[in-house]
């Protein structure tokens, strides 16, 4: 039996459907939900912009903060009992990811959740998850 569930969520409906599905299918576990904030960069024109805030980490926190509100929504209308733990990281959203998988025995992460031109740019973030997490990962579309 799974116990503790990795979530990293960016906000996309596939990061919210990877939520409904670690909440369905995992109802026992412990899920932590990660949010990422990537370092600047000229394609993450978000990041960049949180990078020029006058307090980085107090702009992140916002940031994540809507991501989490979404999450905890999510997890009200699935009706579940699961209180969420929220934790976020800065830095490259992959590595920020592995880093974090070996303290859970699975991550749950939906396939993908930028724009064409993110994924052909950036990379998918999915599967470079799958291809170097110590942990399995289910991959929700």
Request: no cysteine.
């Amino acid at each position: 039996m799974v116990s503790h569930v990795l979530v990293p969520m960016d906000g996309s409906e596939m990061s919210e459907r990877a939520l409904e599905y670690a909440l369905e299918v995992y109802p026992d576990a412990e899920l932590t939900v990660l949010h990422v904030v990537g370092g600047p960069s000229p394609m993450w024109a978000e990041a960049t912009g949180l990078a020029l805030a006058d307090d980085f980490e107090a702009k992140a926190r916002e940031h994540a903060d809507v991501i989490f509100d979404r999450a905890r929504e999510i997890a009200a209308d699935a009706d579940s009992d699961v209180t969420l733990d929220t934790e976020i990281e800065l830095g490259h959203p992959v590595r920020a990811i592995i880093n974090r998988a070996d303290d859970y025995e699975t991550v749950v992460i939906g396939t993908h959740g930028g724009t064409v031109a993110d994924r052909v740019f950036v990379g998918n973030v999915a599967e470079r998850v799958v291809r170097r997490s110590p942990v399995p990962v289910v991959v929700v579309r």
